[in-house]
């Protein structure tokens, strides 16, 4: 099947596998990686705590599956405190703001402090004031989402075409109330007039018990691969988020070799983590490759991690 047909639906069902060959389908846009010849295997982290001062976790297949933490989670984050490891959590949810993204986690059971805390929607946020102060943006969003929640002038997108094409710009931060006919609504209103999009979330599934939702990432891909329509990407793997863990980092003299990201995924957790010369862990027995073989995945992918945990 041709990389384009991937994304011939605008609201698609995927499993783990789909979801891999997606990903493979973008992959000449992601971040350029180098990746050891083989991951070696371990039962934790707590196996390779002597060899990494920063530990940075996606959450989704990491530390919770749906709203639940996945067993063990928090006993890991404590031990690692208790070794003096530095702590943070780079996630991809772009839903929720700054409180309600620490609620959550204090709601998991984790003990993170807000600067622990770094959301691809924090980096989105950031990069919107790159494109002028002028830009009123339609927003893909929850259905709680306040134009006053962001520093730029706003609209939430919902059933209204004139909404659609009345914006100046497009962001997606959410895709839990986007449909087919609003995707399709955009894509025909960027046909009649370009303009700019960001997408605050890369992901293109995230793991929700059983099953996977879809996430902005697919949408915001669609639009590249089926119309060329450039996107401004924020989130794992590409680089804004990286950048905010390191500038948290700065002047404590921590070698990139020495910080590990954590996640189960090769294409946005390996590949992003990878790509700054970090270590990176993946996890298998949760997320993405929950009942799937992942050496299987490494081989077609190339993305190799250099170390593979059943969970953290």
């Not at 979801?19 to 196996?47: C, I, M, N, Q, T």
């Not at 706003?154 to 006919?181: I, M, P, R």
């Not at 298998?284 to 299987?296: A, Q, S, V």
């Amino acid at each position: 099947m041709p990389s384009s047909d991937l994304f011939l639906d605008p609201l698609p069902f995927l499993d783990g596998e789909r979801a891999f060959l997606l990903y493979e389908a973008v992959k000449h846009r992601l971040p350029h990686a180098s990746h050891p010849a083989k991951a070696d295997r371990y039962s934790g982290l707590l196996d390779v705590a002597d060899q990494v001062d920063v530990f940075v976790f996606d959450a989704f297949g990491v530390l919770n599956v749906g709203t639940d933490p996945i067993p063990g989670a928090n006993t890991c984050v404590a031990a690692l405190r208790d070794l003096g490891k530095k702590l943070f959590v780079l996630t991809n949810a772009a839903s929720f703001n700054r409180e309600q993204t620490f609620d959550k986690f204090n709601g998991l059971g984790f003990d993170f402090a807000h600067e622990e805390l770094i959301t691809s929607r924090h980096a989105a946020e950031i990069n919107l004031a790159e494109f002028g102060g002028n830009h009123h943006w339609g927003v893909a969003a929850t259905s709680d989402f306040s134009p006053n929640d962001l520093t730029v002038s706003s609209v939430s997108l919902g059933d209204k075409k004139s909404d659609y094409d009345e914006v100046t710009a497009f962001l997606f931060l959410s895709a839990q109330n986007w449909n087919a006919d609003r995707q399709l609504m955009l894509e025909q209103s960027l046909k009649e007039k370009p303009r700019p999009v960001v997408v605050a979330n890369p992901d293109i599934v995230a793991p929700r018990g059983t099953e996977f939702s879809i996430e902005p990432g697919y949408f915001g891909h669609r639009l590249e691969q089926m119309h060329d329509v450039p996107v401004n990407f924020h989130g794992k793997p590409f680089p804004s988020v990286y950048d905010v863990v390191e500038q948290r980092l700065e002047g404590q003299g921590i070698d990139p070799a020495r910080i590990c990201m954590v996640g189960d995924t090769l294409h946005t957790d390996v590949r992003g983590g990878a790509a700054r010369g970090w270590k990176t862990a993946l996890v298998t027995d949760h997320g993405l490759f929950k009942g799937l073989d992942p050496d299987h995945y490494i081989n077609i992918s190339g993305i190799r991690p250099d170390w593979m945990v059943p969970a953290i």
